[in-house]
């Protein structure tokens, strides 16, 4: 349970009273950080579906939203906006990465975390409180397996930031135990619909690193920020697809 309160620790501005004495602690957590987005969703698809009952939908999923952005210190949305402006902002390797350094937001990371509220706020918005149940959870556990998964991937720019500290305490055995711990997650709330989940988060998860690795070498704790808010979106607007759409067994489990 030590490993799981540290993953809640890092993930979320909860205080649960895990201390990290040795780096095996970081590795040990890793497993745990879908289970963590896991319980995050299903939390967020509760605030979903209770206010959905008084409130207009949209109204409702913006709340969703919100709350999680509180609960998680918007510590994704910070790395999705420090990457949009180092990428396209820096023409060089060394500007992207002095870009990176820079806690102040430019015009990039202004529009990407904008674009991220909109697409998950208009995602919501499509659902029913039952879809959310199934999709929320799975999103949220999904993209944070994706982004642990970029650790066993690609390096890491620099020996320092939150983002060396995990690569150099990362296992393959603690990158496998995310993989499947989201898959796992995932198959729970969305039957076979995890499928096509796991293949957009991962895709998208993967988009980012390759850009991580041709601007900068590597990623970052910021990258890794980007990859989880971008598997996350994409998961959502799976599951919007699915309502628009009218696809069946969605959720399997109704």
Not at 111 to 138: H, K, Y
Request: cysteine-free; aromatic content about 6%; proline content about 4%.
């Amino acid at each position: 349970m030590t490993a799981l309160r540290i993953a809640a620790s890092f993930l979320t501005r909860l205080r649960v009273g895990a201390t990290v004495e040795v780096p095996a602690d970081l590795a040990r957590s890793l497993p745990w950080f879908p289970v963590v987005g896991g319980l995050l969703g299903l939390g967020l698809a509760g605030v979903f579906a209770g206010a959905r009952v008084v409130l207009p939908s949209f109204v409702a999923a913006s709340l969703a939203v919100g709350v999680g952005v509180i609960i998680t210190g918007a510590l994704h949305e910070d790395g999705l906006a420090d990457t949009a402006d180092a990428l396209g902002g820096g023409w060089t390797r060394e500007e992207a990465l002095r870009i990176l350094k820079d806690p102040a937001h430019g015009t990039y990371g202004v529009l990407a975390i904008a674009l991220s509220v909109l697409l998950r706020v208009g995602a919501v918005t499509s659902l029913d409180g039952w879809m959310a149940l199934a999709t929320l959870p799975a999103a949220h556990a999904l993209s944070r397996a994706a982004s642990v998964g970029l650790l066993g991937w690609t390096p890491s720019v620099s020996d320092e930031g939150l983002g060396a500290t995990y690569a150099a305490a990362a296992t393959r055995r603690g990158v496998v135990g995310a993989v499947v711990a989201g898959l796992l997650v995932g198959l729970a709330s969305l039957g076979a619909w995890v499928l096509p989940a796991v293949l957009l988060a991962g895709l998208a998860a993967g988009v980012v690193g390759w850009l991580g690795r041709r601007k900068l070498g590597g990623v970052t704790g910021d990258l890794l920020g980007a990859a989880q808010q971008a598997g996350e979106v994409m998961v959502l607007l799976l599951g919007a697809a699915a309502a628009a759409k009218g696809w069946p067994w969605m959720p399997w489990w109704q």
